[in-house]
């Protein structure tokens, strides 16, 4: 009569239970780090600005920018026309140019950034499509171009600050030169 031993194999390793307890916890943590690692990748925060150097450097440029908005009393009265999704815009200053570009930056979330051409209708008169709807706060950038590829080269710019809950008109202008004690 044989013994038999209760220590002898008794088949593969994944039909043991002692295996499963000790690996579920072990699946069910990588399961939720994927997860989070994807919410976290999909919803990263946009404000951060990646090459800081560059963004350094092209400080002076856009200063001089602004210098040469004021020297030439650049000023735009916008307004904005939310169900037609129209940008109307009278433009005064002692440039007028054929056409304009007008960034309207999300404070937060770069997929809500939006750039409009806006083409000359007459004397200092612009127009423009929207191309998605637009709420809340914006950050506005006005410069001269066909593209928003031409914001570093353009010669002058002007910026405003809107909130469509309050109202849909504002007046663009060059930042004014800042005091150290500001």
Request: hydrophobic share 45%; aromatic share 10%; glycine share 6%.
């Amino acid at each position: 009569m044989a013994i038999q031993d209760s220590t002898l194999d008794q088949g593969p390793w994944y039909r043991q239970g002692w295996a499963w307890f000790l690996l579920t916890p072990l699946i069910v943590i990588v399961l939720v780090m994927a997860g989070y690692i994807s919410i976290a990748v999909k919803l990263s925060d946009d404000v951060v600005i990646d090459n800081y150097y560059r963004e350094g450097r092209m400080y002076n440029e856009r200063l001089e920018q602004d210098h040469r908005a004021t020297a030439l009393a650049m000023r735009a009265e916008l307004d904005f026309d939310l169900e037609t999704g129209e940008v109307f815009l009278q433009l005064s200053g002692d440039e007028l140019p054929e056409s304009l570009v007008l960034v309207l930056q999300h404070p937060t979330e770069a997929d809500l950034d939006q750039t409009v051409i806006l083409a000359t209708t007459g004397q200092g008169n612009y127009r423009g499509d929207l191309n998605l709807d637009v709420n809340f706060s914006r950050y506005l950038l006005l410069f001269p171009g066909a593209s928003a590829s031409e914001r570093g080269a353009a010669p002058w710019r002007l910026k405003a600050r809107i909130d469509f809950q309050a109202s849909h008109a504002v007046t663009l202008q060059a930042v004014e030169k800042q005091t150290a004690d500001q």
